[in-house]
């Protein structure tokens, strides 16, 4: 397995556990429309994730970026929600990480 689609398959993993840790702000307290509601925009890349095109892994990265803040302010400023706020955070990061692993690893391979 090369480097390109083990960083595919791991950016899909992530943005599943992303997407599961953002409903889970239900057991934090959040109202679960609210929760849906945040997870709804992850969506929007989830075509192109999928079908490994660069330019969306390319914007995705940062499309990333809201739900980091996001996880990192709750971390900080919410103790209620502190457990699940990490978990966010770490996955986010994941995500965000494995993302960048497949652009370098799918320009080394057209290059």
Avoid: D, K, Q
């Amino acid at each position: 397995m090369s480097l390109e689609t083990t960083a595919r398959s791991l950016t899909i993993w992530f943005w599943i556990a992303l997407v599961l840790s953002l409903l889970a702000w239900t057991m934090a307290g959040y109202p679960w429309p609210m929760c849906a509601l945040a997870a709804l925009p992850l969506l929007a890349p989830l075509s192109g994730l999928l079908r490994g095109r660069r330019h969306t892994y390319a914007w995705a990265t940062l499309f990333a970026i809201p739900y980091l803040a996001f996880a990192l302010t709750e971390l900080l400023a919410n103790p209620a929600a502190r457990w699940v706020a990490a978990m966010s955070l770490l996955l986010v990061f994941g995500w965000f990480c494995t993302m960048i692993l497949f652009l370098r690893a799918s320009r080394a391979h057209r290059g």
